[in-house]
T-cell receptor
Framework: ETGVTQSPTHLIKTRGQQVTLRCSSQ?????VSWYQQALGQGPQFIFQ???????GRGNFPPRFSGLQFPNYSSELNVNALELDDSALYLC??????????????FGPGTRLTVL | SQQGEEDPQALSIQEGENATMNCSYK?????LQWYRQNSGRGLVHLIL?????REKHSGRLRVTLDTSKKSSSLLITASRAADTASYFC???????????FGQGTRLTINP
C-alpha cells in the first residue's frame, strides 16, 4: 500500500505565472483535500474532491482550481500567481467519503516560492 | 481564519520530561485530531478523539477533550529528541469537509 505522494517537491515561479501541483492519493482513498500552509502558520483548507467532484471549498479565490481524475489522483492549479501564494501546499487523502470524520493521510507537500 | 489556538506557541524541555500542549477551539465539533510536522514537511496523524470521548491514549501520547470548555490537551510522556517537531490540533465540524487547524506548538526536546 503506497502513501500519498506529491510532485514536484519544490517549485519556483514568478508573479503572474501559472502553476500545477499534483497529488496521488493513498490506495483505496477516493477523497482528496488540498491545504495551503504559509510559513509559521497552520494549514488552511483550499478545497476537497470526492469522486471527481468538488465537495467543499475554503476561502480562496477562483484562481485556485482543481481536478480529480478517475484514478483519484488530483491537481491543484493556481493562476496569476501572487507573492502571498508562496507556501507549502499539502494534499491529504481519506477513504470513501469520510471527509473529516477520520484521520487524513497527508503527502510530503510541495514548497512553492513566488518571486 | 483558523479556529484552533495552541498554547504555548513554543515549548523547550529536557529529554525525558513530559510535554503538554493545549488547544482551544470555537465551534461545535465532531472530532479533534492532533498532527505532528517535522521541519515544514507533511503532517503525520497522531491521534483522533471524538466529541463523545473525554480521554484517549496511544503509546506515550495522552489526549483529553473538554467540549464544555472547547479545549483539548496533548501530553507526551518521557520525551525523546525525535519528538522535536511542530504539533497541530485540527477540528472536524459537523457535516464539514475540512479540517480547521490551529497555528501549532513548536516543541524542542533538548538532549
Amino acid at each position: 500500500e503506497t502513501g500519498v505522494t506529491q510532485s514536484p517537491t519544490h517549485l519556483i515561479k514568478t508573479r503572474g505565472q501559472q502553476v500545477t501541483l499534483r497529488c496521488s492519493s493513498q490506495s483505496g482513498h477516493n477523497t482528496v483535500s488540498w491545504y495551503q500552509q504559509a510559513l509559521g502558520q497552520g494549514p488552511q483548507f483550499i478545497f476537497q474532491y470526492y469522486r471527481e467532484e468538488e465537495n467543499g471549498r475554503g476561502n480562496f479565490p477562483p484562481r485556485f482550481s482543481g481536478l480529480q481524475f478517475p484514478n483519484y489522483s488530483s491537481e491543484l492549479n493556481v493562476n496569476a500567481l501572487e507573492l502571498d501564494d508562496s507556501a507549502l501546499y499539502l494534499c491529504a487523502s481519506s477513504p470513501e467519503g469520510t471527509g473529516v470524520y477520520n484521520e487524513q493521510f497527508f503527502g510530503p507537500g510541495t514548497r512553492l516560492t513566488v518571486l | 481564519s483558523q479556529q484552533g489556538e495552541e498554547d504555548p506557541q513554543a515549548l523547550s524541555i529536557q529529554e525525558g520530561e513530559n510535554a503538554t500542549m493545549n488547544c482551544s477551539y470555537k465551534t461545535s465539533i465532531n472530532n479533534l485530531q492532533w498532527y505532528r510536522q517535522n521541519s515544514g514537511r507533511g503532517l503525520v496523524h497522531l491521534i483522533l478523539i471524538r466529541s463523545n470521548e473525554r480521554e484517549k491514549h496511544s503509546g506515550r501520547l495522552r489526549v483529553t477533550l473538554d467540549t464544555s470548555k472547547k479545549s483539548s490537551s496533548l501530553l507526551i510522556t518521557a520525551s525523546r529528541a525525535a519528538d522535536t517537531a511542530s504539533y497541530f490540533c485540527a477540528t472536524g465540524g459537523q457535516g464539514a469537509q475540512k479540517l480547521v487547524f490551529g497555528q501549532g506548538t513548536r516543541l524542542t526536546i533538548n538532549p
